[in-house]
């Protein structure tokens, strides 16, 4: 019996995209059976639309997710991972597969609790091979970890404090140079509770100087802005 699966592909490198639809014609090809409709997006405002719009009349069957994805134009939507907590939401049936870059201990955590994908490939990782080899876990057996993410959970968090979207939008406003007196304009915390969660986030990145500098690089050196 023929399964038809509907695909939808994010991620703004053509050469990425390209490679994922090549995986999922060998894998169609080589079963005979599988048959695989393929939209792609390359940036989240595009990204949410086409997800929302299949939550609404359709559905996806698999979602690939590159992380690092220009933010919306509103700056609700920061990167893949906040499509990922989105598709989450929406269609909990979808499976999930994350495309990095970032092979940060801390951020592979942050992301599997947030998100929880049902396959999660660093880009280094990444061959022809591999694509294919994620495939058919992620339809059939998932989870489907590439061999860098295995290596890293293996690596225990020594702190339990994980980002949340809050901390991400704080991060990110503090990137882009939001003075502190209007942040709660558009965090819902009010300045005793966002210095209070800049201070936490400087004790997760060991950040001891005063100002907002060195947090914002490092924070960016780990993949959260």
């Known amino acids: 019996m023929r399964k038809n699966f509907k695909v939808l592909l994010i991620d703004d490198h053509p050469l990425i995209t390209g490679a994922y639809k090549s995986a999922l014609q060998f894998v169609s090809e080589e ?12 940036n989240c405002d595009d990204g949410y639309q086409k997800i929302k719009d299949a939550s609404e009349n359709s559905h996806l069957d698999i979602i690939f997710l590159d992380l690092r994805l220009p933010p919306s134009k509103d700056n609700k939507i920061l990167s893949g991972e906040d499509l990922g907590i989105i598709v989450n939401k929406l269609m909990p049936e979808s499976k999930i597969i994350i495309s990095t870059t970032f092979n940060d ?33 992620v339809l059939f057996d998932p989870p489907y970890y590439s061999k860098s993410v295995i290596r890293l959970l293996r690596t225990e968090v020594s702190n339990d404090f994980l980002l949340d979207k809050i901390d991400r939008r704080l991060l990110y406003e503090l990137s882009i140079g939001t003075k502190m007196k209007d942040l709660p304009d558009v965090l819902p915390l009010s300045i005793a509770g966002i210095e209070k969660r800049k201070r936490q986030l400087k004790e997760v990145f060991d950040v001891s100087k005063l100002d907002d500098k060195e947090l914002i690089l490092i924070a960016k050196e780990k993949g959260f802005i």
């Open 31 to 42: 079963s005979g059976d599988i048959h695989f409709f393929i939209d792609t997006a390359n």
């Open 105 to 137: 201990n801390y951020r592979i955590h942050s992301i599997l609790k947030n998100v929880n994908p049902d396959g999660f490939l660093i880009k280094n990782d990444i061959t022809p091979d591999e694509i294919v080899t994620a495939i058919k876990s």
